[in-house]
């Protein structure tokens, strides 16, 4: 099945008994057993709910992988993910992660004994590889400068070293990128995103093709504990019905204001993977069908920041990204205030750095906003 049908028909089908198009919420914590060691397929909802296999089975079909998982946020599942390694072992990180991430690593696993170090280029892999390395964590395009990983050169290198490869797979979601597909071991997924798609749930998946793999992140899902409800299993299979149109429009609206914002006089410097100005372009358009719908920009210094944010009129200024309305964010306040700011200012994330998330709407109305906004802030 193409994506488009799989989106629609993934996962588990109609209810062979009622003929339901969709699948019932089983809000139940458990199951009746039949007789001393005579239980049926599930036993309690932290290991297996029907609603929750059915939207596991769902992100396993969209990723091509073997075994999903859900959990009740995309940091509940790095932390699941992460849960695999143990003291000693230390983890390869791109720069410019996701700032909940980066605090996770830093501040929390770090605690049992499991480090990191940052990379900023390929080369620089080579050069921090040493044997307690025991995987590479990526984001691409990264959070917020929207640096492109190649993904399979960098599993070339972590099959040969037999460590596994990471992707946070969110900003292209499974619709535009499909990373397992291009070498990875393992893609996690911020559900709460574009997958969700309407700024009404947190949410986080998992997803690997290796059994192995797959039976211990399995054993950790049920261990620790962090699953995803029955009713926001359901309502994010509801919404993952729907991602392919709204990837589209998403990235149509993106192209168009990448562009406009690139022309635009008191803007020092667009970041958009589908710009062809934009360093990892090539690689973005030889490892994903799309470029999303993420931009950054940096604000001439003619520009008063705070007047620009308060004068928006209906792009929303808040954390999050991927939902249908346009969110604009200011990362070094926000979404990266946990990183330090040495670091943060190493790797380009500025006091005049904004994120756009592009939303649905009218991609004039769009334009128009910021425009209106930016003249009304001059200094
Ligand atoms: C939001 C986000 C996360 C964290 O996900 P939550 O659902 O907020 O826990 C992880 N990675 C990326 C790239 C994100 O944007």
Do not use: W
């Not at 003929?19 to 239980?39: C, D, K, L, W």
């Not at 770090?110 to 280029?121: E, K, L, P, R």
């Amino acid at each position: 099945m193409k994506k488009d049908s799989l989106l629609i028909h993934g996962g588990v089908g109609i209810d062979d008994v009622t003929g339901a198009v969709n699948i019932p919420i089983y809000q139940t914590s458990t199951y009746r057993q039949f007789g001393i060691g005579e239980r049926g397929e599930y036993e309690y909802s932290r290991s297996g709910n029907p609603t929750r296999d059915a939207l596991e089975k769902l992100i396993a079909n969209l990723e091509y992988g073997k075994h999903g998982f859900a959990f009740a946020s995309g940091l509940a599942a790095i932390t699941a993910v992460l849960s695999i390694f143990k003291s000693g072992d230390k983890i390869l990180i791109n720069n410019n992660l996701y700032g909940g991430t980066f605090r996770l690593i830093d501040k929390v696993f770090s605690n049992f004994g499991i480090t990191y170090d940052i990379f900023d280029s390929y080369e620089d892999i080579k050069k921090k590889i040493d044997s307690s390395v025991k995987a590479i964590y990526v984001e691409t395009p990264t959070n917020p400068l929207l640096d492109v990983v190649d993904i399979r050169k960098v599993s070339k290198f972590t099959k040969e070293k037999d460590i596994y490869l990471i992707v946070d797979n969110t900003f292209m979601s499974p619709y535009f990128q499909n990373p397992l597909k291009l070498g990875a071991d393992i893609v996690i997924h911020s559900a709460t995103k574009y997958l969700g798609g309407h700024s009404d749930l947190i949410a986080g998946l998992a997803v690997v093709n290796d059994d192995g793999l797959g039976e211990k992140i399995k054993f950790i899902q049920n261990s620790t504990g962090g699953i995803l409800q029955p009713f926001d299993s359901f309502l994010l299979i509801r919404g993952i019905r729907t991602l392919g149109l709204r990837m589209i429009k998403h990235e149509e609206n993106a192209k168009f204001l990448a562009k406009k914002l690139e022309e635009n006089k008191y803007i020092e410097k667009v970041y958009y993977v589908g710009l062809e100005s934009h360093e990892g372009h090539e690689i973005q358009k030889a490892q994903t069908s799309g470029f999303g719908s993420i931009i950054s920009f940096k604000l001439d210094n003619r520009v008063n920041y705070r007047k620009f944010i308060k004068n928006l009129r209906f792009i929303i200024f808040g954390e999050s990204l991927g939902g249908i309305e346009s969110l604009m964010c200011h990362p070094v306040t926000m979404t990266h205030a946990a990183i330090p700011k040495e670091l943060r200012e190493k790797a380009g994330i500025t006091e005049n750095l904004f994120r756009l998330s592009v939303g649905i709407e009218d991609k004039e109305d769009l334009l128009e906003d910021i425009e209106k906004a930016l003249e009304g802030a001059l200094r």
